[in-house]
């Protein structure tokens, strides 16, 4: 996968979200959810048309501010918290696996976080 082209899939997501240590996919409410050491960083809506990752506000506000139409807070509190809806066909691969790090590396436990080196 050319992470410098274009547009992401539901697929690529998967793909790129799996590819973290410890990942694992799981199933709740209707959708897929991928989750490192029993805890949710990101995931897929159930027509698989968005993503979700679970951002720091901060971390919201810089993607958002980057890509808008990428990026977007979920309403309300859940988006407050900084969970962030990622427009698939709108987003780059390159910005997708950014967010996914960053998500997973905000639930990852820190020693697990600390033994994983992205480029």
Known sequence: MNLNEGTMTAHEFRTLALAL??????EHVGHADFRVRGKIFASLS???AWGMVKLTPEQQREFVRD???????????????GYTKVHLLAAKKQTVQ????????N????????????E
């Open 21 to 26: 240590p410890a990942t694992v996919e799981k």
């Open 46 to 48: 159930p027509h698989e």
């Open 67 to 81: 890509e808008p139409k990428s990026f977007q807070p979920f309403n309300g509190a859940w988006g407050a918290r």
């Open 98 to 105: 950014r967010a996914l790090v960053t998500a997973w590396r």
């Open 107 to 118: 639930t990852a436990p820190k020693r697990l976080s600390e033994q994983f080196k992205d």
